[in-house]
Antibody, heavy 118, light 107 residues
Framework: QVQLVQSGAEVKKPGASVKVSCKAS????????ISWVRQAPGQGLEWMGW????????NYAQKLQGRVTMTTDTSTSTAYMELRSLRSDDTAVYYC???????????WGQGTLVTVSS | DIQMTQSPSSLSASVGDRVTITCRAS??????LAWFQQKPGKAPKSLIY???SLQSGVPSKFSGSGSGTDFTLTISSLQPEDFATYYC?????????FGPGTKVDIK
């Protein structure tokens, strides 16, 4: 069965960076992409971007351009999302999800809480 | 960006009730609309794509309809496991955008 397992919770200081991992199993990793979606406490869902696991092409949300980098390691079927220059409003649960074309996430990881606090 | 709105923002219903949630897009999105269910502390779960197609394994009590700018999600007979927050999402154009959610709780 399709599974996406994310790395554990992180606490970071403002200005720091965080890198969240998402290990996929149960399907051919390079046949799909990975979308990243975040959810601030008590808030709705925000699409952050998408990466093709086939060729590494990316699409990022405009508001995160320059601060976010998404990568994949096909040897381990793992996707990564790095967010830099963290601010308090980056505090959120970050989700990865299998997504063929970057528009319709289907299978989701369990989420990773990133807390940004001084 | 395309703005998505949902109504109501919350509703209270009883087990066995038929529930309908509305989602509206700020411009036409054809049928490029998905619905997600999220329970507290859990990841979203994909229910419907292409406005009316059920994801594999999703029970037929869930149904979706609509095209253009107006869409609905219907739960035919609400069960205890259906109490959750429901989000719509358009994927007609980048960036994909979500509605603010509709919380369904127990009356």
């Amino acid at each position: 069965q399709v599974q996406l397992v994310q790395s554990g919770a992180e606490v970071k200081k403002p200005g720091a960076s965080v890198k969240v991992s998402c290990k996929a199993s149960g399907y051919t990793f390079t046949s799909y992409g990975i979308s990243w979606v975040r959810q601030a406490p008590g808030q709705g869902l925000e699409w952050m971007g998408w990466i093709s696991a086939y060729n590494g092409n990316t699409n990022y949300a405009q508001k995160l351009q320059g601060r976010v980098t998404m990568t994949t390691d096909t040897s381990t079927s793992t996707a990564y999302m790095e967010l830099r220059s963290l601010r308090s409003d980056d505090t959120a649960v970050y989700y990865c999800a299998r997504d063929y074309s970057g528009s319709n996430p289907t299978y989701w990881g369990q989420g990773t809480l990133v807390t940004v606090s001084s | 960006d395309i703005q998505m709105t949902q109504s109501p923002s919350s509703l209270s219903a009883s087990v066995g009730d038929r529930v309908t949630i509305t989602c509206r897009a700020s411009q036409g999105i054809s049928n490029y609309l998905a619905w997600f269910q999220q329970k507290p502390g859990k990841a979203p779960k994909s229910l419907i794509y292409a406005a009316s197609s059920l994801q594999s394994g999703v029970p037929s009590k869930f149904s979706g309809s609509g095209s253009g700018t107006d869409f609905t999600l219907t739960i035919s007979s609400l069960q205890p496991e259906d109490f959750a927050t429901y989000y719509c999402q358009q994927y007609n154009s980048y960036p994909p955008t979500f509605g603010p959610g509709t919380k369904v709780d127990i009356k």
